[in-house]
């Protein structure tokens, strides 16, 4: 796994964590819970747990835009990367233009002022046409970026309305009061983890 890569699972990973600390409150027509009775008869406490990494691992939405992501940021590295070695290519060329041009007038080898003052000119104008061109650069590496943080927010805020809604529509019955990020916790406890049936739930709501 490369590092844009896990940059993007990250993004992506921070803003699905946030859905499930706190996420659910006490249902108000829920029956009071008695913690100590809970905890004497062995049944399991109205909380679940879910693992955020599986989430974004299994889930077909957090998969697609994770994949919208890379392309978009490997097509944006492309499109730089090219237009970087095209100027590069030219700024060699002047400065080799440049050194001869100091070597010529040193040697005085041009056989008038003039076309050493005509050289000199083009000389000048090229180097303000690569100037233009390397802020031109400049510009569009701000452009891509700017782009790519917004299709990144896009996308993010559509992963948490998507999980958001969905978690609202499982526990619509109030049987969780409180749904965990197992990130959060120091010790899980066997029977709590809804993790697979909420990815379950989630693509077969994805691919209605």
Known sequence: MNKITIIIESILAAAVVALFVLFFTVNPHAKKVNHDEIAASGELMPIAIINTDSILKHYTLAEEASDKLMARYEESTVKLDTKAKSLQKEMETFQKDVIDFQRKVEANAFLSRERAES?????????????????????????????????????????????????????ADGRYHLVLNDAILLNKVAGYDITDEVIEGLNARYQK
């Open 119 to 171: 050289e000199q000119a083009r000389l000048q104008k090229k180097e303000q046409q690569l100037m233009a061109k390397q802020q031109d650069l400049e510009n569009l590496r701000q452009k891509l970026s700017a782009d790519f943080m917004d299709e990144q927010a896009a996308l993010t805020q559509q992963l948490q309305d998507s999980i958001q809604t969905y978690l609202r529509e499982f526990n």
